[in-house]
């Protein structure tokens, strides 16, 4: 991973890691056609960490999951590193969704008799690399999220925010250079939420790694330098966010809770 730091950056001439133009989604139920996204447009450069926004059932996961290669626009492009994902084929595409995107759900989706470090190396089982292999890049990204000191616990015997943070190394263990989160901290609590933004700051920040994420929070947004507003459909706002929130800072201002009875 560290190779990519002097590759990838916040800089002008960065390229672009995503460019939709146009792009719609629509369902067939009935009789009826039902548009969800009607036509939206935007670019995302290599490096960018940003927000979307807008309300419920406006279309953000739908929109997600054609990033994420997951699902199709009904019409419209969308070019991935300069690429039109149209012209993939199914092999192509599941190459793209291995290696080149890192996805993290709001339910996290760990598999739930397997142990963080199981879970965290099956996309690289899937990718058929060598079992040694598999347990090193694993556990470096256990490390990565904080969690080396629990591999061999199973998502029952973790927080929700751990739980995340599981997933969030999954998404990383194949080296991404595109992280997209779907509510990442939809069912977490506050704390776990900044610790979830504090790994995607360093991600990007450190790794050059463009992330991506839903929220329903404000003060989650502004962990960004960028939110995207949907709204009926269409791209409402790009907003800048000029002074981030830091996590780190925040994290590290926060009055570590002393476990009750303290032993000394
Ligand atoms: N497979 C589907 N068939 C029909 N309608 C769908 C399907 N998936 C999502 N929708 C509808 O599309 C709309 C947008 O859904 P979604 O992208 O999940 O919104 P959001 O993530 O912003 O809450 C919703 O009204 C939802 O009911
Ligand atoms: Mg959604």
Redesign the pocket.
């Known amino acids: 991973m560290a190779g990519r730091q002097a590759a990838r950056g916040q800089e002008d001439n960065a390229t672009m890691t995503i460019e939709i133009r146009n792009l719609t989604k629509s ?1 067939q ?1 009935g009789e009826f056609d ?1 548009q ?1 996204l009607k036509g939206i447009s935007f670019s995302v450069k290599d490096g960018e960490l940003c927000a979307i926004m ?10 997600m999951n054609i990033l994420g290669c997951l699902d199709t626009p009904t019409d419209g492009e969308y070019l991935l590193d300069g690429e039109n994902v149209a012209t993939f084929d199914e092999t192509r595409l599941a190459q793209v969704r291995n290696r080149k995107i890192g996805f993290v759900f709001q339910s996290f989706n760990l598999l739930k008799r397997t142990t963080a470090l199981d879970n965290v190396a099956l996309p690289l089982l899937y990718a058929g690399v060598e079992p040694h292999e598999r347990h090193e890049r694993a556990i470096a990204a256990l490390n990565a999220v904080g969690l080396g000191d629990r591999v061999d616990h199973k998502p029952n015997q973790l927080s929700g925010g751990q739980q995340q943070r599981v997933a969030i190394a999954r998404s990383l263990v194949t080296t991404p250079s595109l992280i997209l989160a ?1 509510e990442p901290t939809g069912n977490l609590d506050s704390r776990s939420s900044v610790e979830v933004m504090d790994i995607f700051q360093r991600l990007n920040s450190q790794l050059g790694i463009t992330v991506m994420f ?1 929220t329903h929070e404000p003060d989650i947004a502004e962990y960004t330098r960028r939110v995207l507003r ?1 709204r009926d459909g269409y791209l409402g706002a790009d907003e800048a966010i000029h002074e981030p929130r830091s996590a780190a800072a925040e994290l590290a201002a926060r009055t570590e809770v002393i476990p009750f009875p303290a032993t000394v």
């Open positions: 369902y139920t039902l969800i807008g309300p419920s059932g406006s279309g953000k996961s739908t929109l779907d839903v949907i």
